[in-house]
């Protein structure tokens, strides 16, 4: 595996747009998308389990891409691709409408200096591009070990008013129900940390601001 650069800065002029494009995906097969893959063994655990889904990996880093899709090869899923892309910029180029099952943010990086929050993952315009890509009811999957940035996170997409928490308004899920692990959570398991994990439905229909529905 190639050396881990751990932080990228996705705002930087060089990476906001990679020149991608509309990904290929297989008619007849869920897909779903794992934004900050890294070494994607979350996903690698997931097209394992399933090979009727189709598991894309979009990743900043091309060095990690390179090696994730030649592990793919090599381990025979080839239901399983990793994709060169900035994924708060660029998600809305690579999939089509209502077209995914899942999207999972694994552990994204936290940014902690108040100068950097700008560069968090979940943001409102990440937030409705995700809301747009999904089927009806599919699904967002968040997970952090850093407080402050998993509060962040479920603000952007519980204001949103596109998604139901399905463990009830402002709460966080008790567990990863997925069968995959990240290697982050992997770490966080072996050391007892404790982990904030979301999960999420796409509304049939935008929500009021808390979760109610209009009428």
Known sequence: MPRLRHHVNPLHASYLATGASRLPL????????????????FLFERAAADPALFCVGVELRRDLVDDVNRRAREAGLHHLQAVFANGQTEFDALFP?????????????PWFKRRHQKRRVVSAGLVAAIDRTLTAGGELFFQSDVFDLALDAMAAIE????????HGEWSFAPENPFGARSLREVRCRERALPIWRMHYRRAATPLLHGGRDAG
């Open 26 to 41: 297989p008619a007849g097969r869920e897909v779903e998308v794992e934004l900050g893959c890294a070494d994607a063994l």
């Open 97 to 109: 409408e209502g077209r995914l099952a899942r999207v999972f943010i694994n552990f994204p990086d």
């Open 159 to 166: 204001e949103s008013a596109r998604f139901d928490n399905l």
